[in-house]
């Protein structure tokens, strides 16, 4: 892993103009912050060109690496920092031998290397605090060391504030940033406990961003998905399989859907029974089917895609119609499909919402209270209705969960459909006499 990964054009070309910039190291020897020798070591790299740099780096890269964190922690001046991460980005930049020799450092001082860049993700100057933050990022992935919390904790809740920055090179740099340490299984875990760096990465998926963010918040997720515990409980926490479908159906490139396919097979190896029921609510077999049909250059998502075909073509055989409609409750994601207007359906299999006290009317009341979407209360209130209609006791089961309430306040909805199928489930409230007081 090198620097050159990480490449953002707003810190390239601000490191041109830094590199450029003079920077007063006589002064801090005469004020006593710097030593005779740190001057002299300084002065032999300064503003020089990079061929005479490297050939001082060739046989001093050690004196060097300790030299530039020294100054790095006792210098204050923002212009000064600037420069000097500039200079340790130049030295370890595709020379990824040199980057132990920072983490040797310390063995000199146990402030180094992490204390003295740690404190820079606070600095007000953007430049300073992102610059640090990819120097960071390079030294976590490759520290031969497990990692301790005051080294990953600080990089991490940097990561989530400038994910979830409006500024584009603040997330481009973050989530870069991201893809480098997320091979370690550490950060993944720690990541995935930092919930509001996963938030962010959402977050992004739903605005439609470029392809190439895209497929590096594609990137996250799948090194992400390889550990159990977040392929178990990535859906139901942040509801990604819908999004992923969504970013893999509107692709240009076809690096980004061979990501999102990959994700999808994680999903499904590590945690089926989570993640197959929702991803057949998001209509992924058709999907799968389409995307076989296709010529791919890389033989990775052929692979992939048949696959993911034949494990939801397998789940889906083996549905039944209440299957189906569990599947959709559970996901959230409620729409017109032919089960919610059977009546069929609704006399064979009202009682099942009853089962594991009354788990799935709870899911569906839940959903009255709190989706925004108009579809899924419109949906939902009518299902509610049906419930009401062919069970017994369906109409004190829904009045004792809140859902009576609930349909009343839904009739003065903004949206013409929620009103209707309310208005038809508290006509079926009220209509009905009680079965059981």
Request: charged share 25%; hydrophobic share 40%; aromatic share 8%.
């Amino acid at each position: 892993m090198s620097i050159p990964l990480l490449s953002n054009t707003y810190l390239d070309e601000y490191s041109a103009k830094i590199r450029s910039k003079t920077v007063p190291w006589e002064g801090y020897s005469r004020a006593g912050l710097i030593t005779s020798e740190e001057l002299a070591l300084i002065k032999r790299v300064d503003r020089q060109p990079k061929a005479k740099v490297e050939s001082v780096l060739l046989s001093e890269a050690s004196n060097y690496a300790l030299l530039y964190l020294r100054l790095l922690k006792n210098l204050q001046r923002v212009d000064t920092q600037q420069c000097i991460l500039v200079y340790i980005t130049d030295a370890i930049a595709d020379h990824e031998e040199r980057i132990p020799l920072f983490m040797r450092t310390t063995e000199t001082d146990p402030e180094l290397p992490y204390g003295a860049l740690s404190r820079l993700l606070e600095s007000q100057d953007e430049f300073v605090q992102l610059k640090a933050t990819q120097i960071l990022a390079i030294l976590l992935s490759m520290e031969p060391s497990p990692l301790l919390p005051q080294q990953i904790g600080p990089f991490l809740s940097s990561l989530a504030t400038l994910i979830a920055s409006s500024s584009p090179h603040r997330q481009d740099a973050a989530v870069q940033c991201l893809e480098v340490v997320l091979p370690r299984q550490e950060c993944r875990k720690s990541v995935w406990a930092n919930h509001s760096i996963i938030s962010g990465l959402v977050d992004i998926l739903k605005h439609k961003p470029s392809p190439q963010m895209s497929y590096q918040v594609g990137f996250c997720i799948w090194l992400l998905t390889f550990e159990q515990d977040v392929a178990e409980q990535i859906n139901e926490t942040f509801d990604i399989i819908p999004i992923l479908t969504s970013v893999a159906q509107n692709a240009a490139k076809e690096k980004v859907i061979r990501v999102t396919v990959a994700t999808f097979r994680n999903l499904v190896t590590k945690a089926p029974s989570a993640n197959l029921p929702a991803m057949l609510v998001a209509q992924l077999l058709p999907f799968a089917k389409n995307l076989c049909a296709r010529k791919w250059t890389d033989e990775d998502i052929v692979e992939d895609v048949q696959f993911l075909r034949d494990e939801l073509n397998a789940r889906f055989e083996s549905l039944t119609t209440y299957d189906e409609y569990s599947s959709e409750l559970i996901s959230g994601h409620l729409s017109w499909t032919p089960v919610h207007e059977s009546d069929l359906f609704w006399k064979e299999n009202v009682t099942k919402l009853n089962d594991r006290d009354s788990a799935q009317l709870k899911i569906l009341i839940k959903l009255l209270n709190e989706s925004s979407d108009p579809i899924v209360l419109a949906v939902a209130a009518h299902d509610v209705g049906q419930y009401v209609k062919y069970h017994e006791r369906g109409k004190k089961a829904i009045t004792d969960l809140g859902g009576k309430v609930r349909l009343m306040e839904l009739m003065a909805h903004e949206n013409p459909d929620v009103r209707y199928q309310s208005l038809i489930s508290v006509q079926r409230m009220v209509s009905h006499p009680w079965a059981i007081v």
